[in-house]
């Protein structure tokens, strides 16, 4: 571990050094792994929530709401190059006022009811801030894309102290997952031509797996209220 013990040490090395070579120093000092450590706590605690309720639904409904929990951590060269494209000075009190997706967690639930009802239950949770909250299910964006993103701050209990941390949580169904997937692979692809017909057909795409996501709701719907009659 480097002998840095503040970012502002790492500021010189930061504004002179390309990428590539500053990553090395970075993820090598202290400030940059305690800022890791910090998120990667806030990601358990977070993970933790989600998997409860989990168990907790699956008890009280037919299965689990919740097919499947990723989680990651931003990557040394993703955070330099955030920063960079933004104009954001390396101190601690400007990564942590402008950058909220260091720790992601992408939830992918069944069905979109699933989806609410799990959002419904965190954000009452009484130690769990909403700091900003978007829903692309109802509200796609205008290429297709369709998810519930909310940003929490999440208490984590150090050594000596309690701080508050950030975690951005990504929201979609099955079918949302593999659109978004296939889109952000294609969109990072060079050299393609026609891009306008593959946004037309990726739009196109997205209208056939919200239409998907309505009708499997449906079949859920019927299947529920013949087992209460059955009851």
């Known amino acids: 571990m ?21 990553e090395v ?27 409860v309720l989990n168990v907790e639904f699956s008890v009280r409904k037919e299965g689990n709401p919740i097919e499947s929990i990723k989680s990651r951590i931003k990557t040394p060269i993703s955070l330099i190059s955030k920063l960079k494209r933004r104009g ?16 992601g967690i992408r939830v992918i639930c069944h069905f979109v009811d699933d989806v609410y009802s799990i959002i419904e239950s965190l954000k009452a949770q009484y130690d769990l801030k909403i700091f900003e909250e978007k829903d692309y299910i109802k509200n796609p964006k205008p290429n297709g894309y369709r998810s519930y993103h909310l940003i929490v701050e999440i208490p984590i209990f150090l050594y000596e102290k309690m701080i508050y941390r950030k975690v951005e949580i990504q929201f979609r169904t099955i079918g949302m997952d593999f659109w978004a997937t296939i889109e952000h692979k294609i969109r990072y692809k060079k050299d393609i031509d ?25 079949v859920k719907n019927l299947i529920t209220q013949q087992k209460r009659l059955w009851l």
Do not use: G, W
Request: hydrophobic content about 40%; aromatic content about 8%; charged content about 35%.
């Open 194 to 218: 026609n891009t306008e017909k593959i946004q037309e057909l990726l739009l196109e795409c997205a209208k056939l797996s919200a239409n998907l996501d309505d009708k499997m709701r449906n």
């Open 88 to 103: 954001i000075a390396l101190t601690k009190k400007d990564i942590e006022e402008n950058i909220f997706d260091i720790a």
């Open 2 to 22: 480097l002998d840095f013990t503040v970012f502002e040490q790492l500021q010189t090395l930061y504004e002179t050094l390309d990428d590539e070579q500053f």
């Open 25 to 51: 120093i970075l993820k090598s000092s202290y400030p940059y792994q305690k800022l890791i450590a910090e998120h990667e706590c806030a990601l358990l605690e977070v993970e933790t929530k989600l998997k």
